[in-house]
T-cell receptor
């Protein structure tokens, strides 16, 4: 059974700092990996999706990497802003017939201090 | 307007009551999902539907039922609510034909069962 772990559970950084959020998974047979942002009362927003054949994806100040062999993904946020404060979730879709099914980590709660 | 909407956004009910949560989407996606989120447990899949005639149980379907009334509508019912069904419920959609099954989430329904 796939297990997804996100460490740390919470992170506080000063505004302007670059930061890295970590996600690890136990089964490397994945279809894709998706990073989400969750804001209170606003549900989940999809940030980046990395296909199993890709090494990284970029969107604005966000860069996500994937290393299937080691079971790791990182989300890099450049020049952090207070508006980046949210909980960040990593979710993995397994390969094969169950590729629709996401296994989620418990998230990292990020606070960016002005 | 939001692409995936959920009603109600908040609901308080009593043990034993029947309750329905509704989800609508304007994304034109064929696949729809229901998840619940509990503190410290992450998101878990309750039911999923690949089209109007294809409904499947997820990881934690006991105590729940669903109805796919149309491609754009997917409802979750609790026939007899119990306190441990208190949680945040999310609906999600994806398009089988595109984007590696990237999932898009609604804003969530916070359900409290007293």
């Amino acid at each position: 059974k796939q297990e997804v772990t996100q460490i740390p559970a919470a992170l506080s950084v000063p505004e302007g700092e670059n930061l890295v959020l970590n996600c690890s998974f136990t089964d490397s047979a994945i279809y894709n990996l998706q990073w989400f942002r969750q804001d209170p009362g606003k549900g989940l927003t999809s940030l980046l999706l990395i296909q199993s054949s890709q090494r990284e994806q970029t969107s604005g100040r966000l860069n996500a990497s994937l290393d299937k062999s080691s079971g790791r993904s990182t989300l890099y946020i450049a020049a952090s802003q207070p508006g980046d404060s949210a909980t960040y979730l990593c979710a993995v879709a397994r390969s094969g017939a169950g590729s629709y099914q996401l296994t989620f980590g418990k998230g990292t709660k990020l606070s960016v201090i002005p | 307007d939001a692409d995936v909407t959920q009603t109600p956004r908040n609901r308080i009910t009593k043990t034993g009551k029947r309750i329905m949560l509704e989800c609508s989407q304007t994304k034109g996606h064929d696949r729809m999902y229901w998840y619940r989120q509990d503190p410290g447990l992450g998101l878990r899949l309750i039911y999923y539907s690949f089209d109007v005639k294809d409904i499947n149980k997820g990881e934690i379907s006991d105590g729940y039922s669903v109805s796919r009334q149309a491609q754009a509508k997917f409802s979750l019912s609790l026939e007899s609510a119990i306190p441990n069904q208190t949680a945040l419920y999310f609906c999600a959609t994806s398009d089988h034909g595109n984007s590696y099954n990237e999932q898009f989430f609604g804003p969530g329904t916070r359900l409290t069962v007293l």
